[in-house]
């Protein structure tokens, strides 16, 4: 067997994340408070995204430390998975925000009230500065863990929430059409509802352990094929635990070759240099078999 553990990747993220988390409670007081006070449905709509981000955050850090803890008896790769349940939690709760912001909307455009287009700007704009630096700073974590990018796709959806709010207050302060809160609000829903269920699927495809989509199986099955003394490859299996760790398994079969524990250990030496410098499989396990040896299985899998 070849093994080379890895952390998820999530880990070296925690104070980033913390950062944001910070940064968005600052902004969600304020536009909790300012859309109170000028009735903007628009400018609430964006709160309630926050205060799903807020959760979603500290969820992400809770999942971030669970998935720290050691591996046990019941828990052979340990807690890493706990970052694919978060990130699944937080896109539910996204979709959820955004049925109740469509039905809000809905009402408020058959009689909208004033508002106070100015106060709204404001915090807007407050909100865009805010959400523009959270995502300078989660940017690099989402391209390595699945648990920073749903973060990092929240803060996104908050910013283009931000421009909406912006650009509402903008037409009423210039025409007076009051609409124009309600049918941010409502773009606002429309921006979020895309990444929230693209994220969702990418959670999905984990726990159904699905091969990675950067994982071509037929490149993998002809580089285990490439080493010197492998004649075939079977029960070819690729899936993730979580962000940041592949883990693969195979029956080899070797040739007559490989008649010794040395030869065997050369083999899996090749295997192993082979699939991580190529595919960065975090974790991988070999069966060696001799030809002939799978006659003797009572299953075999492609």
């Known amino acids: 067997m070849g093994h080379d553990h890895a952390h998820g990747a999530g880990v070296k993220h925690r104070g980033r994340l913390g950062l944001v988390l910070a940064l968005t409670l600052a902004v969600l007081v304020l536009q909790v408070v300012v859309g109170l006070v000028t009735g903007s449905l628009a400018l609430l709509a964006d709160a309630g995204h926050l205060l799903s981000d807020s959760f979603g955050l500290v969820l992400a850090l809770a999942a971030i430390v669970v998935a720290q803890r050691p591996a046990g008896a019941r828990s052979t790769y340990g807690f890493h998975r706990t970052e694919v349940l978060a990130a699944g939690l937080n896109a539910l709760i996204l979709i959820g925000l955004c049925v109740a912001i469509v039905?809000?909307?809905?009402?408020?455009?058959?009689?909208?009230?004033?508002?106070?287009?100015?106060?709204?700007?404001?915090?807007?704009?407050?909100?865009?500065?805010v959400n523009v630096v959270g995502l300078l700073v989660l940017r690099s974590g989402a391209q390595e863990s699945l648990n920073v990018r749903g973060a990092y796709l929240e803060v996104m959806g908050d910013a283009l929430?931000?421009?909406?709010?912006?650009?509402?207050?903008?037409?009423?302060?210039?025409?007076?059409?009051?609409?124009?809160?309600?049918?941010?609000?409502?773009?606002?829903?429309?921006?979020?509802?895309?990444?929230?269920?693209?994220?969702?699927?990418?959670?999905?495809e984990v726990l159904l352990e699905a091969s990675p989509r950067d994982v071509d199986l037929d490149a993998v099955r002809n580089h285990i094929l490439g080493v010197r003394g492998v004649v075939d490859v079977h029960d070819l299996h690729v899936w993730t635990i979580t962000s940041g760790m592949p883990v693969m398994s195979a029956h080899v079969v070797v040739d007559e070759s490989v008649v010794s524990m040395g030869d065997a250990h050369a083999v899996l030496d090749q295997l192993g240099e082979c699939l991580s410098g190529h595919f960065d499989v975090a974790h991988s396990t070999f069966q060696l078999e001799p030809a002939g040896h799978l006659e003797n299985e009572s299953h075999r899998h492609r």
């Open 103 to 129: 039905i809000g909307a809905v009402r408020r455009l058959e009689d909208p009230p004033a508002i106070e287009g100015g106060w709204v700007l404001a915090a807007g704009l407050v909100g865009l500065v």
């Open 161 to 204: 929430g931000s421009v909406a709010v912006i650009a509402s207050a903008a037409v009423i302060l210039a025409t007076g059409w009051y609409p124009a809160d309600p049918i941010a609000s409502l773009l606002i829903a429309a921006l979020i509802v895309p990444r929230a269920v693209s994220l969702l699927r990418d959670v999905a």
